[in-house]
Structure formats: structure tokens, C-alpha cells
């Protein structure tokens, strides 16, 4: 046993390879530089050894400190932990770490927390932000800092980005309740100030319109929030009108769940009166009751592809962005069902 930390030379040492061979095997992103034999041989007497790399001293030599920052905008929404699970994963494997923070949707805070992440040197931004030209993206841009961005969509030729196919989400849900027979309609969207709210927004209408159904202004509410209270405030409000309608489509299951609420408080069930669907297939989506049909976002997928795309920025710098939109698919449950006046 070598006491004392234990280097790369010690392992090289008794290996009988070069310190630099060493080095490319206990790096992730070179070890298929050198041959299965000598890989073996390496991290067995690594392991011997009790070898735990310095990253201090790795960072001064390649001035990467292998950490990358990871904001998103609600750490309490079941949303992200699936994705950032993704990232992590994906990250680690690499011997990359994610710092996590969380910005609450806020653009103050969101440039302080990556001022902070910048002062400490990560070396990528993975983050969910509102709009491709908030501070912090400038910044980004300008100090040529590696960034992806996460459940946001923007033709952007200098911003890699990952999310949703959220129009044909919005398609497999219209036309699943139009081959059940509803004809009228309420929808509540998502916040219409991010790219998911509008997208699935703007899909709802054209999928409408393509189906044939009368758009009706007056059964369309907007949530301030991706919340259970903004869903119950939405929905209550459309109930309030007095208009009819067979179905409530919402731009996510946090804002169906509120909707659950209003009805009951209304002395209405779901289905047998309204039917409801959501958005996202967060896990209480399967628990409410009735179970609530919803649109299954790959959300695991979408962090592990985030987390590859800031491994290429980091690893080939002159890499083009890419664009990713991950395809959703339908979960039919039981609040959907025929409208009783068929």
C-alpha cells in the first residue's frame, strides 16, 4: 500500500505504463484511447490502491473545473426531477457534476444564482428559462459559456435546446376526445409566457380547427402558474359562466388536479359530468380519482439528451447546436369517457 494520497505516478508505477497512459484511462472521455488490457490493469490497481482523483489539480491542468450548473425554475414541480435525473446520470458517467439550483421562474434570481455558478467556473449551463433573450442567455452568448436549455424550444441558431413535440401532444388529445364524442370544449392553458405554454396553447386551437370544433373565446383561461390553485382559480372561473361544455383540456396535470377541485366544490364528477385531461404524466396523474388521462412527456430522455449535448460543447467546442423534440405519447385513464348526452 502507498502511503500517503496515492498519484497517478504511483499507479503508473506499478502498472509499468506511462503516468500520461494512466491519465487517459481514468478519463472517461480518452480510456478508448488505450487497449481493454491495460485499462483493466490500470483501474484494478487504481482500486488496490485506493486512487481518488484530485480535482483541483486536474482543473489546473486543463482549466475545467468538470462541474456544470443546472437551473430550473421550480425544483417542487414533479416535472424536473425525472430530467434532472437525466442529466445527472448522464453527466457522472462522464465524471462531470451537476450543481442544482433552483430560480423560481424569476430573472433576478436566475442571474444572480448563474453569476454565482460563472464565479465558481462550471464549465456548461444546463438551465429552463423564459425567453432566449433574458440576461442571463445574453451573457452566456457573449462569454461563449457552453449552454443547453431544457424544456424550451427557440429557433436560435446559437442556443442547443431540448424539449417537446407539444402541438402533436395537443393533437393526440383533441382527437381522442372528439373519437369519444365531445364536441364542446373549456381549456385552460399553461403559462403563456413560456414556449410550452404557447406551444401547447396555440397546438390546442389548430388541433380545434382541424377537428372541426368551434373555438369559443369565452371557455379559454389562461393559469399565472403550473399549480394546482391557479388550475382550481382557472377552472372555477369557466364554471362561473354558466356556458356548457362536455371536457376541460389543460396544458398540465398540476392545473387538472386544481380542476378536480373546482368540479367537486360544484357538485360536478369527473367524468360523469366534465371530462378532464392534463399534461406531462407526472406520478399523481395515475393516483387522482378518477386516474387522469394526460400526455406522456419523455422527461428522463430529454435530461440525458441535454446532458450529451453540453458533453459535446465541452468536448468539441466548434460543435453546431442542435434542436431536439422529444415525441409525447397518450395515456388514456378514466377521467375521459363518452359525453353523457350521447
Known sequence: MVSGRVTIRDIAKRVGVHASTVSRVLNPETRNMVSPEVVERVQNVAKE???????IAYGLRTNRS?????????LTNPVFPPTIRGIEDTLVASGYVPLLANSDGDQEREKLIVDLMRNRRVDGLILTTSSPNTPVIVACKEDRLPLVVIHRTWDDPEISCVGFDDALGTRLILEHLVNLGHKKFAYIASPLDL???????FGTINAMNEFGIKVDQDL????????????????????????????????????????????????LRCPEDVTITGYNDIPLAAHLEPPLTTIRT???????????????RLNKPDTSPRWVKFPPSLVIRKSSARPKSL
Not at 468538470?66 to 421550480?74: E, I, L, P, Y
Not at 419523455?298 to 459535446?312: D, F, S
Open 49 to 55: 490502491l485506493g486512487y481518488r482523483p484530485n480535482p
Open 66 to 74: 468538470m462541474t456544470v450548473g443546472v437551473v430550473v425554475t421550480d
Open 195 to 201: 414556449t410550452t405554454g404557447r406551444d401547447r396553447h
Open 220 to 267: 379559454f383561461s389562461v393559469a399565472d402558474a403550473f399549480n394546482e390553485e391557479d388550475g382550481k382559480r382557472c377552472c372555477t372561473e369557466l364554471l362561473s359562466k354558466g356556458k356548457e361544455f362536455t371536457a376541460i383540456v389543460t396544458g398540465s396535470d398540476l392545473i387538472a388536479t386544481g380542476c378536480y377541485q373546482a368540479l367537486k366544490e360544484h357538485g
Open 298 to 312: 419523455p422527461r428522463y430522455e430529454t435530461g440525458a439528451e441535454a446532458a450529451k449535448m453540453m458533453l459535446e
